[in-house]
T-cell receptor, first 114, second 109 residues
Framework: ETGVTQSPTHLIKTRGQQVTLRCSSQ?????VSWYQQALGQGPQFIFQ???????GRGNFPPRFSGLQFPNYSSELNVNALELDDSALYLC?????????????FGQGTRLTVV | QKEVEQDPGPLSVPEGAIVSLNCTYS??????FMWYRQYSRKGPELLMY????GNKEDGRFTAQVDKSSKYISLFIRDSQPSDSATYLC?????????FGTGTSLTVIP
């Protein structure tokens, strides 16, 4: 196990609703990144947080937002949910200078939008 | 054109075979190249990473990068049933990070 925990593991929401997903980083890691993985696809980078600020973002609309807390845990918020938002959402933690080469993933939150 | 292309498979091999997994990419600015393994219902697990052309070996795994051809490979020697998983290549340039779609591998005992 990586030490990265995500909650909840599964979630069902209705189109138009808002959702918050949570991630606890591995001990000692100061950087958190979030990914969306649709069924049969590779993960897509949503954004990364370091020192409570976003310091990298993929091609996702502003209704995808996040927070990082002083203890390095993080939240992913998605507003105005769409059916295409149904996916596995993965959180990964790392040290800032190894954010992409040594990122450790949680098991993910499976979001279904109906 | 996608930034990273990866054959989704599925790939099925007998135990003990050498497995070759490949990805191509279009962005010559990619700096880091990684391979992840993802078991069903789990998050991806980092196997190897490299940032230069050439080979990098770790046990039964060898990662190969050819920047001139924009082509990366992962070789698995003496494949085991426990290697059955989806293998994802990933690449980074600056603050952008791209995964391939993954190749599903089954190693048959």
């Amino acid at each position: 196990e990586t030490g990265v925990t995500q909650s909840p593991t599964h979630l069902i929401k209705t189109r138009g609703q808002q959702v918050t997903l949570r991630c606890s980083s591995q001990s000692g890691h100061n950087t958190v990144s979030w990914y969306q993985q649709a069924l049969g696809q590779g993960p897509q980078f949503i954004f990364q947080y370091y020192r409570e600020e976003e310091n990298g973002r993929g091609n996702f609309p502003p209704r995808f937002s996040g927070l990082q807390f002083p203890n390095y845990s993080s939240e992913l918020n998605v507003n105005a949910l769409e059916l295409d938002d149904s996916a596995l959402y993965l959180c990964a933690s790392s040290l800032v200078d190894r954010a992409y080469t040594e990122a450790f993933f949680g098991q993910g939150t499976r979001l279904t939008v109906v | 054109q996608k930034e990273v292309e990866q054959d989704p498979g599925p790939l099925s091999v007998p135990e003990g075979a050498i497995v070759s997994l490949n990805c191509t990419y279009s962005n010559s600015a990619f700096q880091y190249f990684m391979w992840y393994r993802q078991y069903s219902r789990k998050g991806p697990e980092l196997l190897m990473y490299t940032y230069s052309s050439g080979n990098k070996e770790d046990g039964r795994f060898t990662a190969q990068v050819d920047k001139s051809s924009k082509y990366i490979s992962l070789f698995i020697r003496d494949s085991q049933p426990s290697d059955s998983a989806t293998y994802l290549c990933a690449m980074r340039v600056l603050d952008q990070f791209y995964f391939g779609t993954g190749t599903s591998l089954t190693v048959i005992p």
